[in-house]
């Protein structure tokens, strides 16, 4: 019943996973002895630049965002406005949680709030791209049965991924190994990066596989 969706769903999925691969590589080119280890912050500026800038063109392109109401350039700037204010609340909203589950308050501040930046690009940013800034379709579609399209149930998944893949992350740092990835935030910001590629992978292949179980509330 979806399956055109879902193509351009495993399609745009594809394209945002070889931005991933990219960003990663690209820096080596430019930067001598660059690692993801040695060179984490340029990393996670990389990484972030390159899926928001992709994603944001990926799903312009095909339309998933929902249609405006009103046409006018105000409107259009308010929407524009809103957006950057939910991105700016959201790296805030995440660097807070962060330091709650235990993140240094002072010290390596810079480095929890570039993983706060990378996850608001990781989850906040499709959120934008999927619904806008609509703080009433965030809780709908994140609540129980709220899903309404294929690209609500792919965008629960992702999102359900990429924190879980962080919050995994964060169990290797304590632990007495003394290997350079268990510097904070890598771990935690690799494993957000691995559960977001890992959503992207899954959420096309389950909807594929559960298509003829799922049935969606007219909007």
Known sequence: ???HEIRAMASAHAVIA?????ATVAPAVFVPGFSVYGAHLLWICSVSGAVT???VAV???LGVSPPTKKHTLGYKLSRLFRS???????CLFFHAVVVLYGAPLIESALETFS???????LTTLRCLCVLGPNVQAWIRVFSRHGAMSVWDTCLQITVACTLVGAWVGAFPIPLDWDRPWQVWPVSCSLGAMIGYLTGLVAAPAWIHYHRKQLTYKCK
């Open 1 to 3: 019943m979806w399956d």
């Open 53 to 55: 800038a992709v994603s």
């Open 115 to 121: 993983l706060a930046v990378l996850l608001t690009c």
């Open 59 to 61: 799903f312009w392109l």
């Open 84 to 90: 950057c204010l939910y991105v700016l609340l959201s």
């Open 18 to 22: 070889a931005s991933v691969f990219v």
